[in-house]
């Protein structure tokens, strides 16, 4: 009679198979990661330029009833760089360019804006015939103007001789 002389196969994984196990879904997870990341910075900058462009809107409308664009640009800000505050004639409430600036603001979710630099950055030109608004978004800048215009920029600095507009480029 033959004598079975047993299995010699371990059941169950070795340690250098679990490692390399974990390393791996480790390095998928951090790719995943970043890439939400990236994907969220693109939501919050789309969520600004939507707002951005009731500016227009809003605007218009504002132009249409004063004859002029000198009301749209608000006054004074909260001492943080944030439009949101009410300050001589501002009436959020009642300024739909104003609620968009806020809105524009709200989206990039930054509470203090010292410099351009900074997501959430708006600056504001206007005269009786002409307006610009810039705001920094994560992905560089967005510029609407009274010109009809409304874009991505790569500069921050509005071009306000002969006329307010958004710069070139």
Do not use: H, W
């Amino acid at each position: 009679m033959i004598k079975n002389k047993g299995c010699m196969y371990k059941k169950g994984f070795t340690l250098i198979e679990l490692l390399t196990v974990i390393a791996i879904i480790g390095i998928l997870a951090s790719i995943t990661m970043v890439s939400l990341t990236g994907i969220q910075k693109k939501s919050k900058d789309n969520a600004a330029t939507i707002s951005m462009n009731q500016i227009r809107i809003g605007a218009e409308m504002d132009y249409n009833k004063n004859n002029s664009f000198n009301n749209i640009c608000p006054s004074s800000s909260s001492g943080n760089g944030r439009f949101d505050t009410k300050g001589l004639g501002d009436s959020i409430s009642g300024n739909p360019v104003l609620t968009a600036i806020k809105d524009a603001q709200n989206a990039l979710g930054s509470s203090a804006i010292s410099n351009s630099t900074v997501a959430g950055y708006i600056d504001c030109k206007n005269s009786d015939t002409a307006y610009a608004v810039i705001i920094t978004l994560n992905t560089g800048f967005y510029c609407v103007d009274s010109n009809n215009f409304a874009g991505k920029r790569t500069s921050a600095t509005l071009i306000l001789s002969p006329t307010i507009s958004c710069p070139t480029s």
